[in-house]
């Protein structure tokens, strides 16, 4: 699986991006996608999921300002990220893996593989 993002940049307090993850060479039918985040000397942290059934789960963090979604003809992820802070700089992963089942579907807890990121600058 091959995962590639963009639309990062630098922006100030307030403003908005829209972050992209093109994915390609998957074969399975459920699977999750989701944006993870990392700022210096902190850990890598998850922002927003989805799942190839479109159940979307956001951090508190990022409710209600962020919001993910999926163009499946595209393969295409998105992020819209408004209203954004200062402590939302980080460096932004794109993240796919497969689903497991235990009842129900449910993404895993570790991604199998990972875009090459894209930095996110907010300035105040």
């Known amino acids: 699986v091959h995962l590639v993002e963009s639309g990062g940049g630098s922006v100030q307090s307030g403003g908005s991006l829209r972050l992209s993850c093109v994915a390609s060479?998957?074969?399975?039918?459920?699977?999750?996608m989701g944006w993870f985040r990392q700022a210096p000397g902190k850990e890598r942290e998850g922002v927003a999921t989805?799942?190839?059934?479109?159940?979307?789960s956001h951090a508190d963090s990022v409710k209600g300002r962020f919001t993910i979604s999926r163009v499946s003809a595209k393969n295409t992820l998105y992020l819209q990220m408004n209203s954004l802070k200062p402590e939302d700089t980080a460096m932004y992963y794109c993240?796919?893996?497969?689903?497991?089942?235990?009842?129900?579907?449910?993404?895993?807890?570790?991604?199998?593989?990972w875009g090459q990121g894209t930095q996110v600058t907010v300035s105040s």
């Open positions: 060479g998957y074969t399975w039918m459920r699977y999750c």
């Open positions: 993240a796919f893996g497969k689903t497991y089942y235990s009842g129900t579907y449910y993404c895993p807890a570790e991604y199998n593989y």
């Open positions: 989805i799942d190839s059934d479109g159940r979307i």
